[in-house]
């Protein structure tokens, strides 16, 4: 049972490119979670997704969009990454109102 | 986040109690957690309460919800150098939107 993986754990992007970052969960949870973690700022909601096929707006969600195309899976995309999106992004996923499980972290810098 | 407040740092001594205060404000909050992260891991839920409780123990921790002011606090006795972490007040909302607060920097001095 792998809970909630990440992939990938560390990347380096220039100002400008773009990538994805993916959360995969085993555990047939319907609600899922994108956060940015910042030093000082706590955990920031950038999107969230109640069901596959559905998506909704967090805290911060400029700059990023996602896709719920699979249940198991919320993709995180970032069209042109600005240095102001380094960070630490986490990913959750809740069944119902229960405890989220979240993943172990994705490190971003943007240069 | 900006519905959820918390201050940034609580010290205290070992064997003394903690008391890590949140507030927050959206009226729709059905649940309320607190979460434990150690350094460079991801977040683990310490305990919850439902919004029409009071108070919930569960062995050193208790979580006391004043609903009306929307304040939640989360006592820890006896508290160990292994407490020392950032802790985390989290929402859940009715739409499933779920926001956390800044966090405390818990240290415990030996």
């Known amino acids: 049972n792998a809970g909630v993986t990440q992939t990938p754990k560390f990347r380096v992007l220039k100002t400008g490119q773009s990538m994805t970052l993916l959360c995969a969960q085993d555990m047939n949870h319907e609600y899922m979670y994108w956060y940015r973690q910042d030093p000082g700022m706590g955990l920031r909601l950038i999107h969230y997704s109640v069901g596959e096929g559905t998506t909704a707006k967090g805290e911060v969600p400029d700059g990023y969009n996602v896709s719920r195309l699979k249940k198991q899976n919320f993709l995180l995309g970032l069209e042109s990454a600005a240095p102001s999106q380094t960070s630490v992004y986490f990913c959750?996923?809740?069944?119902?109102?229960?405890?989220?499980?979240f993943g172990q972290g994705t490190r971003l810098t943007v240069v | 986040g900006e519905d959820v407040e918390q201050s940034l740092f609580l010290s205290v001594r070992e064997g003394d109690s903690s008391v890590i205060n949140c507030t927050y404000t959206d009226s729709s909050s059905t649940y309320l957690y607190w979460y434990k992260q150690e350094p460079g891991a991801g977040l683990q839920l310490l305990t919850y309460?439902?919004?029409?409780?009071d108070m919930k123990q569960d062995q050193r921790l208790t979580v006391l919800l004043n609903k009306k002011d929307k304040h939640l606090s989360l006592r820890i006795a006896d508290t160990q150098t292994g407490d020392s972490a950032i802790y985390f007040c989290a929402e859940l909302a009715n739409a499933g939107k779920s926001t956390f607060g800044d966090g405390t920097t818990l240290t415990v001095k030996p």
């Open positions: 959750a996923s809740r069944l119902g109102v229960t405890e989220a499980f």
């Open positions: 309460i439902f919004s029409n409780m």
